[in-house]
């Protein structure tokens, strides 16, 4: 049965730069694994051999790193995004609103912060996971595994210790994984996040620009769970999301 399949929860976080609005990690639950890296395989195929698309510069850049919201061409994004939003996932989004007093200075507080959402995002899948057994996959975006593990391992540590607490918890095992972009599946987690990043950020923007990203991240609301804001510990589930349009 399905709900007694192990369970399989890719991680990416978006916004840890200077310019940021908004930083937030998002992570998509996906049963078949397989399934997904097979059907995104097939879309990079399909637009290398297409005339048209295989003209444009990032397809050359899609052959060698995978799909990669920031930098994907727009035609590009449309094509992943027609994909995801017939893929079957769940996504869950943990993110935190940067302002003039909250904007982290150093390595460390972006560290603090990145922690502080991986808690807020992982805490009730770690459960699940626990129930269910499987593995988590965080991109990686440190230079070393072993640096980006020691930085996740006072979350994992504090998740473990968390779960154990609760009623019903046992003790399946669940592994952890740090990949890069050649990992299919982590584009999924890239996108979702990196739609509701543009989506978020673009309410000041003109109407045609914020309409754009608005219908873009729409395309994928049913995918979505569950989206909190950490900082007023707000949850919005996917008949909420419209209250970030202006």
């Known amino acids: 049965q399905e709900d007694s399949l192990p369970l399989h929860f890719f991680v990416d976080e978006s916004g840890f730069d200077e310019k940021s609005k908004v930083m937030l990690v998002c992570g998509v639950k996906i049963g078949h694994p397989n399934d997904l890296r097979a059907a995104i395989k097939k879309l990079i195929t399909n637009i290398s051999h297409d005339p048209h698309l295989a003209s444009i510069k990032s397809t050359k850049d899609l052959l060698r790193r995978g799909f990669h919201y920031s930098e994907d061409h727009l035609e590009i994004k449309n094509q992943f995004i027609a994909l995801l939003s017939k893929l079957n996932f769940e996504a869950y989004i943990a993110f935190m609103p940067l302002a003039k007093g909250n904007r982290p200075r150093t390595a460390k507080e972006k560290i603090d912060i990145l922690t502080k959402l991986n808690r807020y995002l992982l805490r009730d899948r770690f459960y699940d996971m626990q129930k269910h057994g499987g593995q988590i996959y965080f991109e990686q975006v440190e230079k070393s595994h072993k640096r980006q593990l020691?930085?996740?391992s006072p979350?994992?540590?504090h998740l473990h210790t968390i779960t154990k607490k609760r009623p019903g918890a046992s003790a399946r095992r669940i592994a952890f994984q740090v990949v890069d972009k050649s990992e299919n599946c982590i584009a999924v987690p890239d996108y979702v996040g990196g739609l509701f990043k543009s989506y978020y950020e673009s309410r000041p923007m003109g109407s045609e620009q914020r309409d754009?990203?608005?219908r873009n991240f729409m395309r994928l609301?049913?995918?979505?769970?569950?989206?909190?804001?950490?900082s007023s510990n707000r949850f919005y589930t996917r008949k909420g999301l419209g209250l970030y349009s202006p």
């Open 150 to 152: 020691e930085i996740l």
């Open 155 to 157: 979350v994992l540590q």
């Open 212 to 214: 754009l990203h608005a």
């Open 221 to 230: 609301r049913g995918r979505i769970r569950v989206v909190q804001d950490v």
